[in-house]
């Protein structure tokens, strides 16, 4: 889910916004062979493709678009470039898309749920890839095409407002010393906290990340959802510290293959009050040797 993690810049959505970097990198052709324009977050070129015709439900909680999301990330030079991302599939599409990856030399990296009893189910293609980046684009929309995926051009940009209260409860919470934003758009709340076992750079920034999203749920509560991205030696712990705290964990994935150290990818769920939630996601972070507690320790 990034992970989706459009981390929109946010430790807890700063209201800060990345500078364009310079780049080769050739949008033009990638947003060509897409059918629709990405932007940039910190170094890494996004595309996203959500699904919220599919309305899936978990709950009683109609899952937000940031939690049901096709993209790929772009970084590099026309010719050199990177891409990773992930494909949200139906069960029945899965097969497919696989096979559509792979007939385009794209390597992928893991196959699994984020969630689970939600309806439909949805499954989870990773995938990463070097080469030219039409090229690239191209393959990755081929495998889209493949499922019910909207194929259109880009919905409308993403609207930021002010904070809702519990946003702002959540970000206190959290113990985040940042004006907490709220995107309309994207049905809620974007946290992001970089590991610190990696060194700095756009991949790293984007995709090895404690990641926690909240939407609003019935009944005045707020869902909390996301992965935390943990070493070996953290794993063990963080799922102490999050079944502690009453979340459900939904899975323990691998992302990436060959990364150094290994990152697993704990996926949780909890429906609860906003303190409540933030507290026992700042407990399970305690464990993790995140970039956050060495440039703002969370308190």
């Excluded at 780049?23 to 940039?40: V, Y």
């Excluded at 996926?267 to 407990?283: D, M, N, Q, R």
Aim: glycine fraction near 10%.
């Amino acid at each position: 889910m990034f992970r989706k993690f459009i981390l929109v810049s946010l430790f807890v959505i700063c209201a800060t916004p990345f500078a364009r970097p310079a780049t080769k990198l050739d949008t033009a052709k990638i947003d060509t062979a897409l059918g629709r324009a990405g932007s940039w977050t910190g170094g890494l070129y996004v595309v996203d493709f959500f699904r919220p015709d599919l309305g899936v439900t978990l709950e009683g909680v109609r899952l937000a678009p940031e939690s049901i999301d096709s993209f790929a990330t772009f970084v590099g030079t026309g010719d050199q470039a990177e891409m990773m991302g992930e494909v949200c599939a139906l069960q029945g599409e899965v097969t497919t898309v696989v096979e559509k990856l792979r007939a385009r030399g794209i390597e992928i990296t893991g196959i699994h749920n984020h969630f689970i009893e939600e309806s439909p189910r949805l499954m989870f293609i990773h995938f990463m890839a070097s080469g030219q980046a039409g090229n690239l684009a191209r393959a990755f929309r081929s495998a889209l095409a493949t499922t019910s995926t909207p194929l259109g051009s880009f919905p409308p940009p993403r609207q930021v407002t002010a904070a809702p209260a519990w946003a702002k409860t959540v970000g206190n919470a959290l113990g985040f010393q940042a004006d907490a934003q709220y995107s309309s758009d994207y049905g809620g709340l974007t946290v992001g906290v970089p590991h610190a076992g990696f060194a700095s750079s756009p991949i790293h920034d984007y995709w090895y990340v404690n990641y926690m999203f909240f939407q609003e749920a019935p009944a005045g509560k707020i869902a909390a959802t996301g992965d935390l991205a943990v070493t070996a030696s953290e794993l063990n712990p963080v799922l102490s510290a999050l079944t502690a705290e009453g979340f459900q964990i939904f899975g323990v994935h691998n992302h990436m293959i060959e990364e150094h150290p290994r990152l697993f990818f704990v996926h949780f769920w909890k429906i609860g009050a906003p303190a409540e939630l933030a507290s026992g996601l700042k407990a399970a972070l305690a464990h993790v040797n995140t970039r956050y507690q060495h440039d703002r320790a969370l308190h």
